[in-house]
């Protein structure tokens, strides 16, 4: 399957996250994105160095920018489980707009046509890097 690229629309798929009642939401993708302007962005894992020193503070330094141009929701997906996802979060307290999203078995990475095989780093089969906006 190749990649989605921009100008696809992008394939439903569900993700969990723990909302602001630190209750567990498994929701679909296109149900967080409709009517919105979203930027949905995917890194190989929780805890990893270059995305948790790079990517994602990235993203939150530049949230009010991006949503002062009209963004509404910033998604980060990762190949982890929703509990590590919120510990993840949870290092950023600084953050109050980008959302940690869960795909668990990697399945929604999959039907992006994204996933990225570590196994030969212990690390099982990710997804690639990736920024992208939604069309749902």
């Known amino acids: 399957m190749a990649p989605i690229t921009v100008g696809d629309v992008i394939p439903d798929g569900t993700v969990s996250y723990f909302d602001e009642q630190d209750q567990m939401q498994s929701v679909s993708v296109h149900s967080l994105a409709k009517g919105k302007k979203v930027i949905l962005f995917a890194v190989p894992g929780a805890f990893t160095p270059t ?50 999203l869960a795909d668990g078995a990697g399945k929604y990475t999959h039907s ?21 906006g939604l069309r749902c």
């Not at 996933?115 to 890097?129: A, F, I, N, T």
């Open 51 to 100: 995305c948790s020193t790079k990517h994602v503070p990235g993203f939150i330094e530049k949230a009010d920018e991006l949503k002062s141009k009209g963004v509404d929701e910033i998604l980060c997906i990762s190949v982890n489980d929703p509990f590590v996802m919120k510990a993840w979060a949870k290092t950023y307290p600084e953050n109050k707009h980008v959302k940690f």
């Open 112 to 132: 992006l046509g994204l996933e990225l095989d570590l196994s030969e780093k212990g690390l099982g089969v990710r997804s690639r890097r990736g920024v992208h």
